[in-house]
């Protein structure tokens, strides 16, 4: 029954996305976006009502049916951008390995949230005021990894301070933790990041 009406939630949010989308004339980079961080956030309620085993279901499930979707063109205000990327099948795929690796609900709702809140506001941001990409970069701004990067420290910070971690061992974990995957993140593209960064982010607070 909780799968079930999970699986509905994410049907709801992809139609709803599309409805948004042709009505607003909203730019498809933009409506992705919002797919991007209103999935994550859905997502990290996922570790309050289901199994590990139940997680990667309905994971497994979802790249199945954004890879379908993108074959076939279901989804305009997910797969219609300029640039070449499978972001959307690796997004459900990354869960997956998340919820894998992760030893608790704290690891789980970090991975996560690193890849809907930064990931994807590091996007909005990028797309939006980043002039030019970093030389050495995967087409990455400056403004839009620092954005990541704050984000992503901030997010650690709430998830160990939470967690009964001291402060400032809390600080300090959290920002090496966002450094490293900012850096991670600079040069992943084709969507990789959607596949590598939640489980980059879960290992880290693990074993930092």
Excluded: W
């Amino acid at each position: 029954m909780v799968v079930a009406f999970t699986i509905t939630v994410f049907v709801v949010l992809l139609i709803a996305t599309e409805l948004l989308q042709r009505r607003l004339h909203l730019a498809p980079e933009v409506s992705r976006r919002v797919v991007h961080i209103g999935s994550a956030l859905a997502a990290a309620l996922l570790a309050f009502v289901l199994t590990r085993g139940q997680i990667v279901a309905v994971a497994l499930l979802f790249t199945l049916v954004m890879a379908t979707s993108q074959r076939f063109g279901l989804l305009p205000s997910v797969h219609d951008v300029s640039r070449t990327t499978r972001g959307e099948v690796y997004f459900p795929l990354g869960l997956a390995g998340l919820a894998l690796i992760a030893p608790n609900r704290e690891v789980f709702l970090y991975g996560v949230l690193v890849l809907g809140l930064a990931d994807g506001l590091a996007g909005l941001v990028g797309e939006r005021y980043g002039r030019r990409p970093l030389s050495f970069s995967a087409g990455k701004s400056a403004v839009g990894s620092t954005t990541f990067f704050a984000v992503a420290a901030a997010i650690g910070l709430g998830v160990l301070l939470a967690g009964g971690t001291a402060a400032l061992p809390a600080l300090l974990v959290a920002a090496a933790a966002g450094l490293a995957l900012t850096v991670v993140e600079l040069f992943l593209d084709s969507g990789l990041d959607n596949l590598c960064i939640p489980v980059a982010a879960g290992l880290l607070l693990q074993f930092l």
